[in-house]
């Protein structure tokens, strides 16, 4: 298998309610997919399939020998009542040779908080800090979860830029659930848009004039996609209404 | 100098405490107290039936009170009702059950009070060997699945993707929170274990800049609080369990405004 995971028409019915219906999807070496839908499309649903939380009622997810995967949740709640600190907390659970760990901390430029508390970190410290986690793994592919949701523009932004660099350094496979399509606009190569089945799936230009993204997301979303997509060298006038 | 009776009541007391400290840590992170206060709730039927049918009341408390916790599991996934509701269904529900069962044994002489408040001064061989034997097994498995479980308390889903069994972990917690409810009822009885599980963790709380340490300290406290209460009660003539709690209460109150005033005076000396 030359895919780092294959999902073969999934489908997951909980309490009587249809979350996922034949979703497939393929995950390459070295792809960046982005995963777009309204809330309770089964989006996290479809990552815990993916990871093998859960296990599908119908359908398979198979994947490749000895895959390492760096997941990142959507956001950690550092509770007050544990004392640990940033160091602590990266080599809880793991073996990692120091060369290693300092390299992970350069890239996300963590060095300044190690010895902090976990719950003095800012949201976009916090998210860099189990992004150095999920990368002491050396993992193939990277499943993050709405990983800038509870960012600022600027931490967003940043933080998506420190994925694409990432992704590009290391070359390792990305698979993103984020609302921010305009943001990550430029370094997806696949959107799957999903609304508990795959609505369309493709590069992002092609994907933004799929009627089926239109539909789900409506007109504005759609232009909105394709002005950012044009990569703003010039006006559009006459899109003004 | 000391009686028998005594160093046996040292010996029992300081094992608990050290149990005890490590384990709270995960009572006061992972927020059950309330399980923990049912659980020893439930125990009572345990001692009922453990006293019925002729068997150790450790036993007989460490069968109430796994069955009690598989059934929280079981009802917890069915969504249906909030998990303090059902901790409170449960938990009353056998205390009741245990009581009635205990009418019942009127042919045999028990001491209730010392069963609801403990009683260390009455320690036997056997208790000291339930005591280290069940207290080295527990104390053996959170060292062995620590970095599991800190993990998880961190974060499930984190836990989960690096490869944590987490529902199996969160059953051995739980395990390991019966064998202890069964052990430390003879020292400070059934209403007042929670509190020796959460006042020393939670006064080890400002002291700990790593949950290995916070686990360290809550033990070293609970040794102190047992040593103050024991003597206390020797010297004042007071019920050995409720002295204990005191005394962890008392290091709770000293100790917590001095650390919280200390550690903001280290934050205004930093900025």
Known sequence: ?241 | MFDGFIIRAIIAGVGVALVVGVLGCFVVWRRMAYFGDSLAHSSLLGIALGLLYGFSVNIGIIIVCSVFAVLLVWLQHKHILATDTLLGILAHASLSLGMVALSFLDYIQFDLHSYLFGDILTITNTDLLWIYLGGGAVLTLLILNWSSLTLMTIHEDLAKAEGVRTFRTQLLLMFLMTIVVAFSVRIVGILLITSLLIIPAATARQLAKTPESMAVTASILGVAAVLLGIFGSLQFDTPSGPSIVTAASLLFLILFPVLKLRSSLQKTGHT
């Not at chain 1, 070496?29 to 089964?42: E, K, R, S």
């Not at chain 1, 499943?143 to 070359?171: C, T």
């Not at chain 1, 508990?196 to 992002?204: A, K, L």
């Open chain 1, 1 to 241: 298998m030359n895919n780092l995971i294959q999902v073969d028409n999934i489908s997951v019915i909980r309490d009587r309610k249809q979350i996922l219906s034949n979703v497939s999807l393929e995950v390459g070496v070295n792809d960046f997919i982005t995963i777009i839908g309204p809330n309770g499309a089964g989006k996290s649903m479809l990552l815990k399939c993916l990871m093998g939380f859960y296990q599908p009622d119908s359908g398979a997810v198979a994947c490749s020998p000895n895959l390492k995967i760096g997941y990142l949740p959507q956001r950690l709640v550092a509770d007050l009542t544990m004392p640990i600190t940033v160091k602590r907390f990266l080599q809880l659970r793991k073996t990692t040779n120091p060369n290693e760990l300092t390299n992970v901390i350069d890239e996300t430029q963590i060095a300044s908080l190690l010895s902090l508390p976990l719950y003095v970190l800012s949201g976009g410290e916090l998210q860099r800090v189990l992004l150095a986690r999920a990368l002491l793994d050396q993992p193939q592919l990277l499943i993050l979860d709405e990983p800038a949701q509870n960012l600022d523009v600027s931490g967003q932004l940043a933080f998506y830029k420190l994925i694409e660099k990432i992704h590009l350094e290391r070359k390792l496979a990305v698979l993103m659930v984020s609302h921010d399509l305009h943001l990550v606009m430029s370094s997806t190569k696949k959107v799957v848009c999903l609304y508990h089945h795959v609505c369309c799936s493709g590069e992002p230009q092609v994907v933004t004039q799929d009627p089926e993204f239109i539909s789900l997301f409506g007109n504005d979303m759609a232009r909105l996609m394709s002005v950012y997509h044009h990569t703003h060298d010039h006006a559009h006038e006459d899109h003004h209404v």
